[in-house]
């Protein structure tokens, strides 16, 4: 069976979307997921994916939080739909936040900074595993008060039975959204994409998109027909159920077949094949670019962003930007890893104590101005050596730095 994509047949396959969330079924959950186990300095596409989205989070809140809302509440929905375990294995830092997790910072910073905002995390994950991991280690942001406490749902199953919902949730606020999937591998039908299609708001989209192994299925299918002879590719793809239903179903017909033109060099076919699968969207988003992500184990994915607002295209671009030189400068200071490093040289000086910036001015100020030790105060709260008042610029240091599943002081208390 073929699928031609668009919102029409969607609807059609869409099942019952009565049930939102869910408890993992019968599986039970452990809390375990492969990301725990693969340090995201091997995976640089994926720490370069999150450093975008760590930036570019505050920045789509601030963009949309403008405006003169007349005192109205604003909402915004940062969505992932395929949220993962919500942590990675670092070998700088031991472990790190997957990008639901830093949305959920995201939230906090942007409630912090915007009154008249509420910011809500949405991620749908189909390992029960890992929903369970991930419900953990969001813990804290439901749990946090007042402008930090963050609406977060973490939705088990598969997104196709939910994104419509989520959606819907979302055009009920009349709020602006923005919403990553994330596969791991090629595996997103454009039908399955449909409820992104709809007249919204405010609503940005950001695809990780497998190039090379989009790529690697386009050439199999060209070399079965005979490369340069093939000229019709229909047979062909009735041919190869399999990769018709990988390649066929992500652009929702034979559109790819244009980008891959013999003759065409591995680079170019890649950013052709990852251009064709934005201009999928060109009549819903007026603007879709493509950026091409720091490549590990011989993939190539770029972020597809889809944009309604010119704004975002720059913002974006600069959060990308910006994103690709802190990779480059790995070891300078003030780097993400920069300051978590000091973050846990500040933890064995002071653990159990209280500080505030002042103090640590006072006894660190020849090398970090306040700014920076703002900075530093940050990730030490992110990396759970403590948490940070920004309000009284003072941080409390746990006597022993926490995991991510630690959430609670019971939890805490059990574990000691
Ligand atoms: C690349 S990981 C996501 C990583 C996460 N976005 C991050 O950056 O930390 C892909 C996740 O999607 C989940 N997944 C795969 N197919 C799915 C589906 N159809 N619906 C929801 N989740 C899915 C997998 O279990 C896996 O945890």
């Known amino acids: 069976m073929t699928h031609d994509g668009g919102p029409k047949e969607a609807q059609e396959r869409s099942p019952s979307l009565s ?7 019968d599986t039970p959950a452990r809390a375990d997921h492969p990301d725990a186990h693969r340090p995201i300095e091997l995976h640089k596409q994926t720490a370069h994916k999150l450093e975008v989205i760590r930036r570019y989070d505050p920045v789509f809140g601030a963009i949309m939080a403008q405006g003169d809302w007349h005192g109205q509440q604003v909402h915004i929905f940062l969505v992932d739909t395929h949220g993962g375990g919500g942590q990675h294995l670092s070998i700088e830092r031991g472990w790190t936040y997957g990008s639901p997790a830093w949305a959920c910072f995201s939230a906090r910073d942007i409630q912090r900074r915007h009154s008249n905002v509420q910011v809500h995390v949405r991620a749908i994950e189909s390992d029960p595993a890992a929903a369970h991991l991930l419900r953990l280690t969001v813990q804290r942001h439901i749990e946090a008060k007042g402008t930090d406490h ?30 990553l999937v994330d596969p791991h591998g090629i595996d997103i039908p454009l039908w399955t994409l449909a409820p992104l299609l709809k007249p919204a708001w405010g ?11 989009a790529l690697r299925v386009a050439h199999q299918l060209l070399k079965k027909g005979g490369l340069a002879e093939s000229s019709d590719f229909d047979d062909l793809l009735l041919a190869n159920a399999a990769h018709q239903s990988a390649l066929g179903e992500m652009f929702g017909g034979s559109s790819w077949r244009a980008a891959v033109r013999k003759g065409m060099t591995w680079h170019d076919a890649l950013e ?25 184990d011989n993939q190539v994915r770029y972020l597809v962003h889809l944009a309604r607002h010119p704004l975002g295209v720059t913002k974006f671009r600069e959060a990308f930007g910006a994103a690709s030189r802190e990779g480059l400068l790995a070891t300078r200071f003030l780097d993400g890893p920069g300051r978590s490093a000091v973050a846990a040289s500040f933890h064995a000086l002071y653990r159990g104590t209280e500080t505030t910036i002042e103090r640590l001015h006072e006894e660190h100020g020849h090398r970090y101005d306040k700014r920076a030790l703002r900075g530093i105060c940050e990730a030490s709260d992110q990396d759970l ?3 940070f008042d920004p309000k009284t610029d003072t941080i409390s240091w746990f006597p022993k730095r926490r995991k991510p599943t630690q959430t609670t002081l019971f939890g805490h208390l059990d574990l000691e």
């Open 19 to 25: 049930i939102v969330e869910g408890n993992g079924a």
């Open 150 to 179: 963050v609406d977060v749902r973490v939705i088990d199953g598969d997104y196709r039975d939910h994104l419509a919902e989520v959606m819907d949730e979302v055009r009920r606020n009349r709020a602006a959204c923005r919403v």
């Open 203 to 213: 609503l940005e989209v950001i695809i990780n998109f497998d190039a090379s192994g």
């Open 272 to 296: 052709s094949i990852a251009r064709a699968d934005a201009e999928l969207f060109a009549p819903y988003f007026a603007h879709r670019n493509v950026y091409r992500l720091r490549s590990s």
């Open 385 to 387: 050596y403590g948490v």
